[in-house]
């Protein structure tokens, strides 16, 4: 049986699975992915467009998600903590590739370094 070939994310879902992956899965939850990808890229983030893609992320099967520890604070609830699943790495191996890809020898045109 042919495999089938991992599948080709969106610019925000690939940048919520790269944050998710820096991370790691006992620290990646709606609020320090959205934090994560603002730092890094200076970008405004909703963290409802975040929860949105998770959930997105999640119903593909690239992401899990699961309750973490219940926060100090008291009545403090759990976070729901992320893991990026084998096949959102390799959704991930693939999007950044076609992006490295069709970018190939067009630096000199848009101006970045290889």
Do not use: C, W
């Amino acid at each position: 049986m042919a495999k089938t070939p991992p599948q080709s994310l969106a610019e925000f879902e690939l940048l919520v699975l790269l944050a998710a992956l820096r991370l790691g899965p006992d620290e990646a939850y709606t609020v320090s992915i959205a934090d994560h990808i603002a730092r890094k890229t200076g970008r405004s983030v909703r963290r409802a467009n975040v929860y949105t893609t998770l959930q997105r992320l999640e119903a593909k099967r690239l992401v899990a998600t699961h309750l973490g520890e219940p926060r100090p604070e008291r009545g403090g609830k759990p976070r729901r903590l992320v893991s990026v699943r084998p096949s959102g790495l390799a959704a991930v191996r693939a999007t950044t590739g076609a992006i490295r890809a069709m970018v190939g020898e067009l630096a000199d045109v848009i101006g970045e370094t290889t």
